[in-house]
């Protein structure tokens, strides 16, 4: 637990206060006890004074009787009359014995003391005790007899006075009874009262003479009492551990001496009882600390227990665990806040999960994406590789999809993808393997423990299934797709890698229109190849290492150079000149073909006005792939390209093959008949090698046909290509056709091709290729040759 935690504080502040308040009243208790027992002791101090004095004085009264009974004896009279003084002196002392008197006194009327059972006379008579007995006499004259206290010999005496009546007064008894033990036993009213009765001389020190005290407690009072002249009345004493509160009674003092009486009272001893009582509250102080700290614990873990378990249902929603739950029996604030939180919880869940739906399925389909599928390949391979099994992913691209996105809009394409994606759940079965989709027109399955020919069969049947055209909103599509499969642990190790070896196969089934292709390194080599390949391509266009060579085309009526076609070479840095059959089918299947043509048709445009400015009007031939007829832009690009170099669309015509309008008809036409709308003459390239039906050649702007150079390179020795190229010239010239041949090598070719009555020759009789700039010079030449003279 926390130091500062808000049940250690809680159950601190609890504690200290109830401490606080218990500490208090236990001293104001102790406080109360003590002033009590010190009021307690006074007042019992009180009450001992008076009786300290009422027994002193009853004392006097006791034997004052005694005397007075001596004082009217008939032989102590006849004794003192006659002068008897030995009678006087025994008589005297026997009384005084029987009183316990050890100083009898004979005094005459004027107070001078005249015998005395004390031998020394003479020494009474001088000191202070003459003084003492003749105050006493003149206060007996006045009530009849006296009592007193005095000091004699340092000690304190009480003295009696009566007169010796014959009938009338002729001398005065004193008796001094020494205070003595008994007296201050019978004046202890209460049995803890102590009473001591103390002398001074003159040099102040006082001593003790009687005291219910020890000796050694006795002594000590005598050196705590304060000096005779200092008229204390009250006084706490401390002797040894034991507290004391003290009365002091004067008793008696003369020139020489003091006496005085102390009460004393012992503090502690009254306090004795209180102490238990205060015990008891101390241990009930402690008892209700600890009841109180036990309550306050429970209390504070009532409030700080929600409080922590909502920090911990608030730690496990920062580590993404939403099914924390917190038990709200609670009723109070920390209940509503705890509520509250749960609502916040469930909030958030549904907000992540949202986001988590967002991040890791794709919207369009409601399928797995990329992220998602990375995933589940991540745990497939991880389980393949900890049970020894393998796993393998399948990855599919539509063929042309763009294409049907670019014509049919995005809505459509969105629909189809949607399609897609329900043939290939329905291919899948209920088996639990779904697809994702990648991006795109990609799509991924994986293939938990599975083997490779489970995976190409699969592939297999997901082909087929795609055969089946899609008809969406009263359109037919027919969809094609490239398979690649990988699998681990043949293929990769790890799900990055297994992703781009999938992709390779991928790409490779798609060059190679081959449908499915399960991965193997030597695809990765060519296809890395084939990467370094476009790059340097790319390279090549803008280091300009791109030439437009140009080849005749004569017309065989007449002989003259009517028209030339454009050939692309490439000089390369390495390996020198590349004839186009290298680049070319590369350059088709990876799409740069369209930056290729571009290059081509703006030189053959820029060569066209260079020509045209030195006279020359010839028509050039580009050649157009499969490709650029996809390309919507086309012809919004090629009429660009005329109108920067000023050259007129008819200047040109475009070489097609039969197998690029046969690709995708559909789009062929649409982007011919632009061409053709903007009067660019159109041109049937290699015709005989395709499987062209006569009724898309009718329905095509074409204005040309070139038959290819296989039936033609031999056609002098070859009666088969001779009828096939008859034919061709036929059919092409029903046709409204202007009919060229290519490949022509000799001049019975070139004479045979006129029998037949062909428009064009082209051939390496008439000129191979030369860079366009050469052509000028040539064709000066051409002209000198072929000019019929005159
Ligand atoms: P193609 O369009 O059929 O071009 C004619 C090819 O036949 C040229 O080869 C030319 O040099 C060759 N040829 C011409 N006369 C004769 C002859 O008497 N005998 C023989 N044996 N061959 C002859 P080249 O220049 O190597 O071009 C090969 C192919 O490359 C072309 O066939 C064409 O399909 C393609 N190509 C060339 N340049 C381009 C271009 O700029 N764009 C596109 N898309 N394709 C091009
Ligand atoms: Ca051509
Ligand atoms: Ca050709």
């Not at 990375?374 to 391979?381: F, S």
């Not at 073909?593 to 820029?606: C, F, K, S, Y």
């Not at 792939?625 to 086309?634: E, F």
């Not at 159109?682 to 039906?693: H, K, V, W």
């Amino acid at each position: 637990m926390r130091v500062h935690s808000l049940e250690n504080r809680v159950v601190t502040l609890f504690i200290g206060l109830l401490l606080s308040v218990q500490l208090a009243a236990f001293f104001a208790i102790g406080n109360a006890i003590d002033r009590n027992a010190r009021q307690a002791v006074e007042a019992s101090l009180k009450i001992n004074e008076r009786v300290f004095e009422k027994v002193l004085d009853q004392n006097a009264q006791k034997f004052l009787q005694s005397v007075t009974v001596l004082g009217r004896e008939y032989g102590f009279i006849q004794a003192i009359a006659s002068k008897d003084v030995a009678t006087i002196i025994s008589t005297l002392s026997n009384h005084g014995d029987r009183i316990g008197s050890d100083l009898a006194i004979l005094a005459e009327l004027d107070g001078k003391i005249s015998l005395s059972t004390n031998a020394n006379l003479q020494d009474l008579r001088k000191g202070s005790l003459q003084q003492t007995v003749s105050a006493l006499i003149a206060t007996a004259e006045k009530t009849g007899s006296a009592s007193g206290s005095a000091i004699v010999d340092g000690r304190p005496y009480q003295f009696l006075v009566a007169p010796v009546q014959a009938p009338v007064t002729i001398a005065w008894i004193v008796m001094g009874i020494p205070m003595g033990k008994n007296l201050v036993n019978e004046m202890r009213y209460q049995p803890n009262m102590q009473i001591s009765l103390l002398t001074s001389d003159q040099g102040a020190n006082w001593k003790t003479n009687v005291s219910t005290l020890s000796d050694e407690y006795a002594q000590k009072l005598a050196k705590l009492m304060p000096p005779a002249g200092q008229q204390v009345r009250a006084m706490p004493l401390q002797i040894e551990e034991d507290q004391y509160s003290a009365h002091i009674l004067p008793l008696a003092h003369n020139e020489q001496y003091n006496a005085i009486a102390v009460l004393q009272l012992s503090i502690s001893e009254a306090v004795a009882p209180y102490k238990e009582l205060q015990r008891n509250l101390l241990i009930l102080t402690v008892l209700g600390a600890i009841v109180a700290s036990i309550v306050s614990v429970i209390t504070a873990r009532r409030i700080t227990n929600p409080v922590r378990q909502l920090a911990e249902t608030a730690r496990s929603l920062g580590a993404g665990d939403y099914t924390a739950t917190i038990n709200v029996k609670q009723k109070d604030e920390i209940g509503d806040l705890a509520r509250t939180f749960m609502t916040m919880r469930d909030g958030i869940a549904q907000r992540e999960k949202e986001i988590s739906r967002l991040a890791y399925w794709d919207t369009l389909t409601n399928l797995p994406n990329r992220a998602l599928f990375t995933d589940m390949l991540e745990e497939a391979i991880a389980s393949a590789r900890s049970h020894e099994k393998s796993c393998f992913v399948l990855m599919m691209d539509l063929d042309r999809f763009k294409h049907v996105n670019d014509v049919m809009g995005h809505r459509f394409g969105d629909i189809l993808l949607n399609q897609v994606a329900i043939r290939l759940s329905a291919e899948l079965g209920t088996g639990g393997t779904k697809p994702a989709r990648l991006g795109g027109d990609e799509f991924a399955i994986l293939l938990p423990n599975s083997s490779k020919k489970n995976a190409l069969d699969l592939a297999n049947r997901i082909l087929r299934s795609l055969e089946k055209p899609i008809s969406i909103e009263d359109q037919t599509v027919d969809l094609g797709a490239g398979i690649g499969i990988a699998g681990f642990p043949e293929h990769a190790s790890d799900a990055q890698s297994l992703l781009s070896r999938v992709e390779v196969a991928m790409y490779a089934a798609k060059l190679g229109n081959s449908g499915a292709v399960i991965y193997s390194p030597d695809i990765d080599k060519s296809s890395q190849q084939s990467l370094s390949l476009l790059s340097e391509l790319r390279a090549a266009l803008e280091h300009q290492a791109f030439r437009l060579y140009v080849q005749p085309k004569v017309g065989l009526d007449h002989g003259q150079v009517i028209a030339v076609e454009a050939l692309v070479r490439w000089i390369h840095p390495e390996r020198g000149f590349i004839f186009p059959d290298q680049f070319i089918p590369f350059a088709e299947q990876t799409g740069f073909i369209r930056q290729l043509t571009h290059w081509v048709m703006n030189e053959a445009a820029r060569v066209c006005h260079v020509w045209q400015q030195q006279g020359i009007q010839l028509k050039i031939s580009v050649n157009i792939s499969t490709r650029d007829l996809l390309d919507q832009d086309l012809p919004g690009k090629f009429a660009q390209i005329l109108q920067n170099h000023e050259v007129e669309p008819a200047s040109f015509c475009l070489e097609i093959t039969e197998s690029a309008i046969m690709d995708d008809p559909v789009r062929a036409f649409q982007t011919l008949d632009r061409l053709h709308a903007m009067g660019l003459e159109l041109s049937i390239d290699d015709f005989g090698t395709g499987y062209s039906s006569l009724a898309y050649l009718k329905r095509l702007p074409v204005h040309e046909l070139k038959i290819d150079k296989s039936f033609v390179l031999k056609m002098e020795t070859d009666i088969d290509d001779t009828k096939i190229v008859k034919s061709t010239i036929d059919l092409g010239h029903n046709m409204g056709l202007r009919v060229v041949a290519e490949g022509v090598e000799n001049l019975e070719v070139m004479q045979l091709l006129k029998e037949l009555g062909c428009d064009q020759a082209q051939g390496y009789y008439i000129s191979k290729p030369m860079p366009s700039a050469d052509l000028p010079s040539w064709l000066l030449k051409w002209q000198e040759q072929h000019t019929p003279a005159g």
